[in-house]
């Protein structure tokens, strides 16, 4: 299987999987769960790498798909953190676009281009398949679903990260008596979102983006309006857990609410 079909991490000794999305935490989170492991890596490697957590912990840890995520739900407690999808796009501009040591194969086999100007960045996106797209770009909703049904148990948002991840320690000491260490800042190239606003500066742009994570905001940020992304001034939002596929707005109705930070 693909290495960038395999979005979870699954720990062997331990009833839980992350959800990773990159751009969403995603190094901090790896940082804290990886005090989690028993023995020393094989060999050196870098904690917020998907190779490490594939090669690195001993077996202790595997990656693993959204199918076969789907299918540990009832042994094992999932978890993941979203991102506003226009705040996320932004980061991932400035981390690998306008940063040459970060560029990937991926976006350059699909078209990408260091220091492309932001809207042909967004228009590229647009273009491209969501399964073909490197995972820093990729819907998160593609991700985090499987058969149009929402895999993770919890869903924190990183619009209130510290909070979120308060619950997630609490809900894992009492359920299953692990205790993870307090989130460490890692990999933190960007402060805010004031700068969303600046780059969605045309109204064609914030079209598109809406358009591309169409599902991503029906599932994750439900009533957030295109405004509200761009300005980032909104509640953390209930998600509307699929009961069916998920997607469109007229299931949202026959769906289950759950209070931000999705739990189940």
Known sequence: MATNQLHFVSFRDRPIIYGRIPKVANSSVKAALSKLLKEKPVENGRVQSDHYWRKLTNGETDMISPEQAWKLRKEKYVFAFVRNPLDRLVSCYHNKILN????????????YKL????????????????????????????????DGMLIPQFIGHFEDMENQWIRLKRRLSKRFEIEVQKLPKKNVRREGHEDVAQYFNDDKLVELAMKKYATDIDVFYPGVTAAQFVSGEFTVPEIARPLRKAGKKAEKASAEKIPASAES
Do not use: W
């Open 115 to 146: 220091m492309m100007s932001f809207p042909d960045f967004v228009q590229r996106t647009f273009d491209v398949p969501n399964e073909d797209l490197d995972v820093h770009i990729m819907p998160q909703s593609e991700m985090l679903l499987h």
């Open 100 to 111: 040459e040591d970060s560029f990937t194969p991926q976006m350059k086999e699909t078209g």
